[in-house]
């Protein structure tokens, strides 16, 4: 897709919903190519460079929820 200029920017995301979600506010999983969906996410975006470069792997220092530490990186 990237070769072929498919694509508007050569990004892609995903958007995970639980079961929870989908049947109280009617959201579902999303995963976009291209682009990402402004209007799922709250905050700013923060970008990290990809180590492998076919696994996406990046790396990882910390995880926070809600801005705490979980301290499993």
């Known amino acids: ?4 200029h498919l694509l508007q920017s050569n990004v892609f995301s995903f958007y995970l919903t639980g ?4 049947h109280k506010y009617g ?3 999303d ?3 291209g ?3 402004k209007t799922k996410f709250d905050g700013d ?5 990809i180590l492998f470069q076919y696994m996406f ?4 220092d ?4 809600n801005g705490k530490s979980l301290n499993i990186c």
């Open 57 to 60: 792997g990046v790396r990882l």
């Open 1 to 4: 897709m990237i070769q072929q």
């Open 62 to 65: 910390d995880i926070k929820v």
């Open 45 to 49: 975006i923060h970008w990290n460079d």
């Open 31 to 33: 995963l976009t190519f």
């Open 19 to 22: 079961l929870e979600d989908e």
């Open 27 to 29: 959201v579902k999983s």
């Open 35 to 37: 682009y990402y969906d």
